[in-house]
């Protein structure tokens, strides 16, 4: 049927991202997306991509008398799941004063309890209109460009071919990074005012460290530099020109108040021109991993400067794999502060990211990417909006988050009513996350850059901590394995030929593994917000790793290779067990604190009947397993292993 045509394409890895469909070493090469569907990613894609169906990969199961049991599951758990929540919000949203000024859709109020969520959704027309005004204004600036530049180069097919395409790129890369620089200037003080001086300032110090210093000091001055900034923004409040107006001009005498006073109405004059967002340093922390991306992929270019990566291995530059994007060091005159400065501000990923290392965003500006095209980014609008509608009517049928808000007493809901408000309220965050970080990967597709798909899976579609969080998140979870877990020592398995790490080997390397894990993700807690919650979730989200690596030590796939179904049984038990410590961490770190978790779990297994709903939770939750291994099994016979 040609609408379940349509529908695979939209819903396909390709159109997703096409990094997982295409193996990292592979040379980018234009993909269609009708061949690419997830239906049709036949052997010849496969070998098109570099990939081949995965050793292992067990037969489809789909049509089983097993898998038409777990469909029954499904329609019978799944409408239970949202009514459940749903009734709950009926019967008490009234008593929620945050709902009362919402909008409403057939008489149903909107929880827009969410402060984040809301601040998104009350800008979506000016959003778009920005998405649609930014690559209009560079189609005019690069006609005026090539106009004032008409005698510029172009390419030639004799003997000198391949330096004139050069020449063309670099026409490229000056056109694009020019523009960039002088929009984004722009961009920073329509939102933060006068405090984009302060943003400009902490750009240049880092830019001078990574250019100034001696070469071994460079690693250790960043790093100390950044996480010193993200102490000191917060502590500090921003900086507040009044603050530093009263710090410089101190009043101790009757004369010095009354010039410390006028002092500080000149500072507090200053603040009024706070821009749309007068918090800048809320969302500066993305901005600090750039930072940190283009100092350190600096400092690396510095060993490669003898000879040209590209042309020791005879790449082609306009073809290079994705992984060659990044680990490529650009060219040493790339490395200038007009390129940084546009790197840094690029606009469409200002805000919230994804995150783009300094070495791929000067690789895209230089050679269009070839994995964009106007098919694929249509279909990747089409599901952003698709999950917009999604959310607006989660929030208008379930309040989820303002009854979590509200600190009520969870002895009133049963276990069933318990457990979904947490799940729906994960569901939510998880979908507040999303829509930031499409939206503004759908502006860098429309503008020619193709960064990462932060969002792989969908949250009910994950059973493994370590695999979760390579998907969630996953340009920041890139960034993190480039410039911490590898630097720290990865997993302890050492490097092979091709510069990665291999699998961590017995227990040392496993407890190494763990040990780099801790740091990683205390790093994570505190670049997300300097609380104890959020550090509470970053330890627990390692504690909660443990159990799955002891169980991969004792119960290795390969001793149960004449026994598949009986592994894939056990797994199943031991994913339940990892999705439950996954929630629970979760709820603690982003949604009711550590206080509220107690209270939720005592309510569901304060009694048999708790005891005996959180069995069949877990029998259902088995089935979901089961549905997430075949559907990852699915991948591997294409030859897609996404490892989350």
């Known amino acids: 049927m040609l609408w379940l045509h349509y529908l695979k394409r939209l819903y396909s890895l390709d159109t997703l991202d096409t990094r997982f469909t295409t193996s990292s070493r592979t040379p980018q090469a234009p993909i269609d997306p009708a ?5 049709e990613v036949g052997p010849t894609v496969s070998r098109q991509n570099g990939r081949s169906a995965a050793s292992g990969a067990q037969p489809s199961r789909w049509a089983t008398p097993e898998f038409y049991f777990y469909y029954l599951i499904f329609l019978v758990c799944v409408p239970l799941m949202f009514k459940a929540v749903y009734d709950v919000s009926k019967e008490l949203y009234v008593v929620f004063v945050c709902l009362h000024s919402c909008p409403q859709v057939n008489g149903q109020v909107q929880d827009n309890s969410d402060d984040q969520y809301a601040s998104f959704r009350d800008n979506i027309p000016f959003m778009f209109l920005l998405l649609l005004l930014h690559p209009l204004l560079r189609r005019a600036y690069s006609y005026v460009y090539s106009s004032a530049t008409s005698s510029g180069v172009r ?36 939102l933060h005012g006068l405090s984009a001086f302060k943003v400009l300032s902490i ?33 500090c409040h921003g900086y507040p020109f009044a603050g530093v107006a009263a710090f410089f001009l101190p009043s101790s005498t009757s004369a010095a108040s009354e010039k410390g006073s006028l002092s500080a109405n000149w500072g507090s004059w200053l603040d009024s021109y706070g821009g749309l967002v007068p918090r800048w340093e809320i969302l500066f922390n993305i901005t600090v991993l750039r930072l940190i991306s283009f100092n350190l992929d600096y400092y690396w270019s510095l060993n490669a400067r003898d000879s040209s990566p590209n042309e020791k291995k005879q790449l082609d530059p306009s073809a290079l794999s994705e992984r060659d994007r990044v680990s490529i060091p650009a060219k040493p005159v790339d490395y200038s502060l007009r390129n940084y400065l546009a790197y840094a501000l690029y606009s469409p990923l200002y805000l919230a990211g994804p995150i783009l290392t300094f070495n791929d965003y000067i690789s895209q500006q230089r050679y269009a990417a070839p994995s964009i095209t106007t098919t694929r ?54 979908l507040k996350l999303l829509l930031p970080w499409r939206f503004f990967r759908l502006w860098a597709l429309v503008d020619g850059v193709d960064p990462p798909e932060n969002m792989v ?67 994570v807690a505190l670049w ?117």
């Not at 061949?35 to 239906?39: E, K, Q, T």
């Not at 330096?163 to 000056?174: K, N, P």
């Not at 110090?205 to 530099?225: E, G, H, S």
């Not at 009711?592 to 009694?607: A, E, M, P, Q």
């Open 35 to 39: 061949r690419a569907s997830s239906g």
């Open 155 to 190: 390419p030639s097919t004799g003997a000198n071919g391949g330096v004139s395409r050069s020449l063309v790129a670099d026409v490229r890369l000056e056109r694009r990074v020019s523009f960039d620089v002088g929009f984004a200037v722009i961009f920073l003080f329509a």
């Open 203 to 235: 750009l240049c110090i880092n830019f001078k460290l990574a250019t100034r210093l001696p070469k071994a000091y460079v690693p250790a001055a960043t790093w100390i530099f950044n996480i010193g900034i993200l102490f000191a923004n917060e502590l």
């Open 377 to 430: 980014t249509t279909l990747y609008a089409l599901r952003f909006l698709i999950s917009l509608l999604a959310m607006e009517l989660t929030l208008h049928y379930i309040y989820a988050v303002a009854i979590s808000k509200s600190q009520p007493t969870w002895a009133v809901y049963t276990p069933f009513q318990l457990s979904m408000l947490a799940y729906f309220n994960l569901h939510i965050i998880w």
């Open 457 to 523: 899976r969908c949250m009910s579609d994950n059973y493994s901590a370590l695999a979760f969080w390579r998907g969630w998140h996953r340009s920041f979870n890139r960034w993190i394995v480039r410039y911490i877990y590898v630097p720290l020592g990865g997993s302890g398995g050492g490097v092979n030929s091709a510069g990665s790490h291999d699998a961590p080997t017995g227990w040392l390397g496993r407890l190494r593994a763990v040990a780099n894990f801790l740091a990683v993700f205390t790093f």
């Open 528 to 644: 997300h917000d300097i609380n104890l919650r959020l550090l509470l979730w970053g330890w627990l989200v390692t504690l909660f790793v443990l159990p799955e690596i002891v169980a991969s030590l004792l119960f290795p796939r390969r001793a149960w290779a004449a026994r598949p179904t009986a592994y894939r049984v056990l797994c199943g038990v031991g994913a339940v067990a990892s999705i439950l410590m996954m929630m629970a961490a979760n709820l603690v770190g982003f949604a009711v604190g550590l206080d509220g978790l107690n209270g939720l779990v005592k309510g569901i297994v304060g009694g048999w009947a708790g005891w005996l709903f959180l069995a069949a939770a877990g029998a259902a939750l088995f089935v979901g397993v089961q549905v997430m291994f075949e559907i990852r099994e699915g991948e591997a016979r294409k030859g897609i292993r996404l490892k989350c």
